[in-house]
């Protein structure tokens, strides 16, 4: 991996974990800010927990034995502890992970599945609490209660295999003697997440760590494209859960609608609205009950509508698609953020309408029949 500071190239510091050293570069950039007598913008993008999997040793050990049950334990466990919370969940018996079963997997398999989650684990707190030293830096300078703070992941968790994780690297032209020394490190389970060795989690943990959605990355369930987020700062109500449909299209809109800057009125499909009415409690949505947001993703797409009527679609072409179906699927998120009911034969109505909109929004982007099938 490259780096540039500045407009120039810089190196990474052999033996610095990542999450650290991002964490010190913006401390010093609010020390920087604070020399200086107006707003600032600073956006720090974590590489935790993505693959390769990799954290402190220290911070792995507070792990060890969590998930020694598997994965269909902890995603049950999830939706029952988010439902306690008060959380939109189903709480049925019928677990959402699908694939092998963890009591028919081998003593050395589970092994080394149960450490991959742990590490993964330990890479979320490691995040955790450097995100933890931002808030610590803008409390000393006094500037935290002045602070707007937008947290959130860009997409589900990755389900990615090692053999998908090596062709990605084969294909972007990665040096063949690196290639063949990836995953060698992992030879045994206590191995996975020291800084020479390159491990994945897999789908059946990037299911349970979706809970309660279905699927994961990739997919344009809620699982690939329901992401979890923090807002808090000045006129932000506090302690509120929300169920709007928001986008991270919304962001830049409701950046200049906090600090006082026209934004350009937008009522096309998909376009960004401010999320300010929500945050300020002014209002329980941003959108009206028609609009819609779209996406369209390596052979998959969604519609959904700020109602709670959503349709997604995977074409026959897409990876991955025995987990997914080749076909339209409606779900109604007011009452299944889960996934769980396909109700395309019940209301034929909502889903020749919802497709209707899918079709006139890929037509004015751009989108290819050829990719996204019919």
Request: charged share 25%; net charge negative.
């Amino acid at each position: 991996t490259t780096f540039s500071h500045d407009g120039e190239w810089a190196a990474f510091p052999i033996g610095s974990y990542s999450a650290d050293e991002f964490t010190n570069r913006m401390i010093g950039f609010l020390r920087d800010a604070e020399t200086q007598d107006r707003p600032f913008f600073a956006y720090l993008a974590f590489t935790q927990p993505h693959w390769p999997l990799q954290a402190h040793a220290a911070v792995t050990a507070r792990y060890r034995s969590r998930y020694d049950d598997g994965p269909h334990e902890l995603e049950r466990d999830r939706r029952e502890r988010m439902a306690a919370l008060g959380f939109r969940v189903d709480t049925g018996d019928a677990a959402l992970v699908e694939g092998e079963e963890w009591g028919s997997l081998t003593e050395s398999m589970r092994q080394q599945a149960a450490r991959e989650m742990e590490v993964y684990a330990a890479m979320v707190e490691e995040m955790d609490r450097n995100v933890g030293r931002v808030i610590a830096e803008l409390r000393r300078t006094g500037d935290l209660e002045n602070t707007v703070i937008i947290f959130m992941s860009d997409n589900g968790a990755s389900g990615s295999s090692f053999a998908e994780v090596y062709s990605i690297y084969a294909n972007l032209g990665a040096d063949p003697a690196v290639l063949a020394t990836l995953g060698s490190a992992n030879a045994t389970p206590s191995a996975i997440g020291a800084p020479d060795s390159f491990a994945v989690y897999g789908s059946q943990w990037a299911q349970a760590s979706m809970a309660p959605f279905r699927l994961y990355k990739g997919f344009t369930n809620e699982g690939g494209i329901r992401s979890a987020a923090f807002v808090r700062g000045p006129g932000i109500q506090r302690g509120g859960i929300s169920n709007s449909l928001l986008t991270v299209r919304d962001i830049y809109p409701t950046l200049l609608d906090l600090a006082g800057i026209a934004y350009p009125a937008d009522n096309s499909d998909g376009a960004g609205r401010s999320w300010e009415p929500l945050l300020s409690g002014s209002s329980r949505d941003i959108r009206d009950a028609d609009d819609i947001v779209a996406i369209g993703f390596n052979g998959r797409r969604m519609i959904a509508r700020a109602d709670g009527w959503k349709a997604v679609y995977s074409a026959p072409t897409a990876r991955g698609l025995e987990r997914g179906v080749a076909e339209w699927q409606l779900y109604d998120l007011t009452t299944d953020p889960s996934e769980r009911r396909n109700l395309a034969q019940a209301r034929p109505d909502i889903l020749q309408a919802l497709v209707a909109r899918w079709a006139a929004y890929a037509e004015a982007n751009n989108i290819r029949a050829d990719i996204f099938g019919s």
